[in-house]
């Protein structure tokens, strides 16, 4: 997320500042996402971004680092030289990819270099992907471009569909983290919602139950599980085998849907863990790789280019 002043074209503000400043600010400062299901949607404000990232470790013009970016599976060729080319023009003098369940893999150090099945659920704001690893690469991999973003659009809709009244990304987004689930859990509670009146246009207060907003998620939540499940048909024997013992393991911040590690391990007959941390095991092993270049440079993305 990144909040412009769209009369100067000024950077005010980067991530979770820009993020508190959706609708409470006058109507030409704007935050936007320029990355949008695993996806540049804005070149010039990606690049603009990226910039500003590289700036806050220290890179200059004289200074032009290696540059690793973790991005979904499911991107295409053109996606990928997309990000590539935004990240040379920001400052990078080389820039290459990697997906993202293999860096949460690396970060959360499973054994992914062993003969050893190992599976990440990575649950990302715009995407969804299952991988199955083993030897150091991918053998099933399952994406879908669904992710906690549409689980707080679901919310926006429902409410504004059953009590006609909308609310603001950041309040569902609310909703969703303290009443949200994906089955049934223990110590639910209700939450109060307030928003406005699409007849009137006046405030109003409205209580949803877990059950309401358990309804509302379902659907994106379901073809999250669907993908899980897809891939795990997918796996060769042997290494279905090594998934009842290593089990699955969830990464990303959808992933911490009250009731989602329940539901998945009943559904997938697997067992489900958390890894140790699961919001930033994608850029630790993102990290890692830039530490062991050399060693990894056979994990990286093909981007097309010679």
Sequence with gaps: MIALNQNNGEVLAMGHQAWEMIGRTPQYIVAVRPLRKGAITDFDVTQRMIRLLLERVGVNRFNRPRV?????????????????EAARRAGAAEAQLIEQPLAAAIGADLPIN?????????????????????????????????????????????????HGIAIGERTAEEIKIVTGSAAYTDGEVQAQVR??????????????????????????????????????????????????????????????????????TREAEVPV??????????????????????????????????
């Design 273 to 306: 863990r958390f890894v140790a941390a699961p919001l930033e095991c994608v850029v630790l092993g993102a990290g890692r790789c830039i530490e062991s270049y050399e060693a990894v440079k056979a994990m990286f993305m093909n981007t097309g280019r010679r």
């Design 68 to 84: 690793v970016i973790c991005v979904p599976s499911a991107i295409t060729p053109v996606e990928r030289r997309a990000v590539i």
């Design 114 to 162: 062993e003969p050893v099945g190992s599976m990440v659920v990575d649950i990302g704001g715009g995407t969804s992907e299952s991988a199955l690893l083993s030897m150091g690469g991918v053998v099933a991999l399952e994406a879908v471009r669904v992710g906690s973003f549409d689980l707080d659009a679901a919310i926006q809709t429902y409410v504004r569909r059953e």
């Design 195 to 264: 928003g406005r009146q699409l007849m009137t246009g006046l405030p109003e207060t409205i209580v949803l139950s877990p059950a309401d907003v358990r309804s509302a998620v379902e659907e994106p939540v379901s073809a999250i599980i669907d993908s899980v499940l897809a891939c795990l048909a997918q796996a060769p024997p042997e290494l279905s085998q090594d998934l009842l013992v290593t089990g699955i393991h969830l990464v990303g911040g959808g992933s911490l849907l009250r009731g989602f590690r329940e539901r998945l």
